[in-house]
T-cell receptor, first 117, second 115 residues
């Protein structure tokens, strides 16, 4: 497909379990973002990649959260020792290049809904 | 710390009416203001965006009004349709020289357009 693809669509984890969420951005998109969206709230920034470089990880809530994009395309968000407060929808977005004023549009995936029991 | 405040939280409008959603921001370094539309189970999709060098931008039935001195901007949906029923988010981003691509989103407005 031509859009941003995220998997799995739903993930149920037991408290303390590690999870990995995958994002396939639109082909050729340089910039990739992860956002966390709690129920009934707006998305909150987690981290940003330009190609394989993680340029901003200021939004990661704790050192249990880790993101990577080793080859500059697919990205994985890993959450270790999940807690109930990690329950949320995790959204991935990509853009051709956020540095360009004509290419600021973010294309979001449908997200992964994580439920920690 | 809420850098972008959005109101109302929910809105009900009759078909054909005008829907108005307001946002206020605090950080004067913000210089890009998009509005996103989100349907249940989907990610947000860009509707329309504005920069502070203009006071208004119109695309079809959607208009952004921007007041730089008041640090406020609003979305107007003209001739609202039931298909417009969704959650709308305003957002803001710092100027490009210091920008890592981070968007700061408002809390969202759930719009229901009644037929």
């Amino acid at each position: 497909g031509a859009g941003v693809s995220q998997s799995p669509r739903y993930k149920v984890a037991k408290r303390g379990q590690d999870v990995a969420l995958r994002c396939d951005p639109i082909s050729g998109h340089v910039s990739l973002f992860w956002y966390q969206q709690a129920l009934g709230q707006g998305p909150e920034f987690l981290t940003y990649f330009q190609n394989e470089a993680q340029l901003d990880k200021s939004g990661l809530p704790s050192d249990r959260f880790f993101a990577e994009r080793p080859e500059g395309s697919v990205s994985t968000l890993k959450i270790q020792r999940t807690q109930q407060e990690d329950s949320a929808v995790y959204l991935c977005a990509s853009s051709f290049s956020f540095d360009s004023p004509t290419n600021e549009k973010l294309f979001f995936g449908s997200g992964t809904q994580l439920s920690v029991l | 710390q809420q850098q972008v405040k959005q109101s109302p939280q929910s809105l009900i409008v009759q078909k054909g009416g005008i829907s108005i959603i307001n946002c206020a921001y605090e950080n004067t370094a913000f210089d890009y203001f998009p509005w996103y539309q989100q349907f249940p189970g989907k990610g947000p999709a860009l509707l329309i965006a504005i920069r502070p060098d203009v006071s208004e931008k119109k695309e079809g039935r959607f208009t952004i009004s921007f007041n730089k001195s008041a640090k406020q901007f609003s979305l107007h949906i003209m001739d609202s349709q039931p298909g417009d029923s969704a959650t709308y988010f305003c957002a803001a981003s710092p100027n490009r020289s210091s920008n890592t691509g981070k968007l700061i989103f408002g809390q969202g407005t759930t719009l229901q357009v009644k037929p």
